[in-house]
Nanobody, 128 residues
């Protein structure tokens, strides 16, 4: 049984930093794509950052230069380092893992409709 569990959400002031973690269990395929997604209040889920098993990464335009996605395969853990946070980063963050697809698809239009395995989410609140 594949399970994903997110950690690291919380409250922070604008300009601050947070690091999210997503621990994956039960997924044994070596080819994959993983992503972080944000569902802001009243909005659809959208991709923030993606990473594929070929090492490529992709970021939504609004987070480039401030967010970094990484993975520790030995620990089966995906990370999202978020710096210089803005109030529009408010919302629930989800991680997703599925079969290989280009990392760019995570942040593409409708990227939030991915058919992989999803975690339950972790809440991020950024106060202005």
């Amino acid at each position: 049984q594949v399970q994903l569990e997110e950690f690291g959400g919380g409250s922070v002031e604008a300009g601050g930093s947070l690091t999210l973690s997503c621990v994956v269990s039960g997924y044994s395929h070596s080819d994959y794509c993983m992503g972080w997604f944000l569902q802001a209040p009243g909005k659809e889920r959208e991709g923030v950052a993606g990473i594929a098993s070929d090492g490529t990464t992709a970021y939504a335009d609004g987070v480039k230069g401030r967010f970094t996605i990484s993975i520790d395969n030995a620990k089966n853990t995906l990370y999202l380092q978020m710096n210089s946070l803005k109030p529009e980063a408010n919302g629930m963050y989800y991680c997703e893992r599925g079969g290989y697809r280009p990392a760019s698809m995570v942040v593409a239009v409708n990227g939030g409709d991915a058919f992989g395995y999803w975690g339950q989410g972790t809440q991020v609140t950024v106060s202005s």
